[in-house]
């Protein structure tokens, strides 16, 4: 019986390589069947023992890119999340962006007082009584995960804020609820902490139907970052201008202006975000 070849995950534990799973990746991302069949196809027979996930993304993303870019994007989502940085500050911006789209009142960046000591809040989001403390763990690395301390560290920040800020009688009779997003995936302990301690974790595919790849293909709303028609400082002054969506693009192309791009090349970007945002879960 010939043994399935073993490929590298991002976290340096091997696994055999799974078909499926890049076939739903790609479907997810708009590519039709016959498209991600054959890519399947031609991944698999490039595959070698010890090939890493990155280098099969890569692959795939390549074959993606030579007919539509706007698929291409969709599928590097995971990746551009990691663009969001280098610090977490886009990120946290990004989960605000997200919670609007749900239709609550959001701040983001306040510092507030705790019964013990003050505490900044990253994402403070509002809406018919329900209010989310929200913290942002951002990684720029696939492979940096958030353990079981975090949690534990923020859920003591949480209850301080409880006992302080939140304990005025503007926040009576709501429900506050402390949240976590991470850009890429919790520990097993650290998810059966946020489950004992009521605290809602959020990571690319976790909870199931409702992480943060769920939810941006539900609201429609891309990271800037996932754009390939521009390069990476260009994506980093965005960035550092408090742009964070491929959406804000659209909507007001004058943030473009800084970049000063040649006519031809501001073109192809407008059509590119125009592309993505139009995109659908296949």
Same mark, same amino acid.
């Given at each position: 019986?010939?043994?399935?070849?073993?490929?590298?995950?991002?976290?340096?534990?091997?696994?055999?390589?799974? $078909?499926?799973?890049? =076939?739903? &990746? %790609?479907?997810? !991302?708009?590519? #039709?069947?016959?498209? /991600?069949?054959?890519?399947?196809?031609?991944?698999?027979?490039?595959?070698?023992?010890?090939?890493?996930?990155?280098?099969?993304?890569?692959?795939?993303?390549?074959?993606?890119?030579?007919?539509?870019? $706007?698929?291409?994007? =969709?599928? &590097? %989502?995971?990746? !551009?999340?990691? #663009?969001?940085?280098? /610090?977490?500050?886009?990120?946290?911006?990004?989960?605000?962006?997200?919670?609007?789209?749900?239709?609550?009142?959001?701040?983001?960046?306040?510092?507030?007082?705790?019964?013990?000591?003050?505490?900044?809040?990253?994402?403070?989001?509002?809406?018919?009584?329900?209010?989310?403390?929200?913290?942002?763990?951002?990684?720029?690395?696939?492979?940096?995960?958030?353990?079981?301390?975090?949690?534990?560290?923020?859920?003591?920040?949480?209850?301080?804020?409880?006992?302080?800020?939140?304990?005025?009688?503007?926040?009576?009779?709501?429900?506050?609820?402390?949240?976590?997003?991470?850009?890429?995936?919790?520990?097993?302990?650290?998810?059966?902490?946020?489950?004992?301690?009521?605290?809602?974790?959020?990571?690319?595919?976790?909870?199931?139907?409702?992480?943060?790849?769920?939810?941006?293909?539900?609201?429609?709303?891309?990271?800037?970052?996932?754009?390939?028609?521009?390069?990476?400082?260009?994506?980093?002054?965005?960035?550092?201008?408090?742009?964070?969506?491929?959406?804000?693009?659209?909507?007001?192309?004058?943030?473009?202006?800084?970049?000063?791009?040649?006519?031809?090349?501001?073109?192809?970007?407008?059509?590119?975000?125009?592309?993505?945002?139009?995109?659908?879960?296949?």
């Amino acid at each position: 019986m010939i043994q399935p070849i073993q490929i590298t995950k991002a976290s340096g534990e091997k696994a055999p390589f799974n $078909p499926e799973k890049l =076939r739903r &990746s %790609l479907h997810r !991302a708009g590519a #039709g069947k016959d498209r /991600s069949e054959a890519i399947v196809r031609a991944v698999a027979v490039q595959l070698r023992e010890g090939m890493t996930t990155r280098e099969i993304y890569r692959l795939a993303h390549r074959m993606l890119r030579k007919e539509t870019r $706007p698929v291409a994007a =969709r599928y &590097s %989502l995971k990746q !551009a999340l990691l #663009g969001l940085g280098p /610090s977490g500050y886009p990120f946290e911006r990004f989960v605000g962006k997200l919670l609007e789209a749900d239709g609550y009142k959001v701040q983001t960046g306040l510092l507030r007082e705790g019964h013990c000591v003050p505490h900044e809040i990253d994402v403070l989001a509002e809406l018919d009584g329900k209010v989310i403390v929200a913290e942002c763990k951002f990684h720029n690395r696939q492979h940096l995960v958030s353990d079981v301390k975090i949690p534990l560290y923020i859920h003591s920040r949480f209850r301080d804020l409880q006992a302080g800020f939140l304990s005025g009688p503007e926040w009576q009779n709501r429900q506050i609820e402390g949240w976590i997003f991470t850009n890429t995936r919790f520990t097993e302990d650290a998810l059966q902490y946020g489950r004992c301690s009521g605290l809602q974790l959020v990571a690319w595919n976790t909870p199931f139907d409702f992480g943060l790849a769920d939810w941006i293909d539900r609201t429609g709303l891309h990271p800037l970052s996932c754009l390939s028609s521009l390069t990476q400082r260009e994506k980093d002054r965005l960035l550092n201008h408090h742009i964070v969506l491929v959406r804000e693009i659209l909507d007001a192309p004058e943030v473009l202006a800084p970049l000063r791009l040649a006519p031809d090349r501001q073109r192809a970007v407008l059509q590119e975000a125009e592309s993505i945002a139009a995109l659908r879960p296949a």
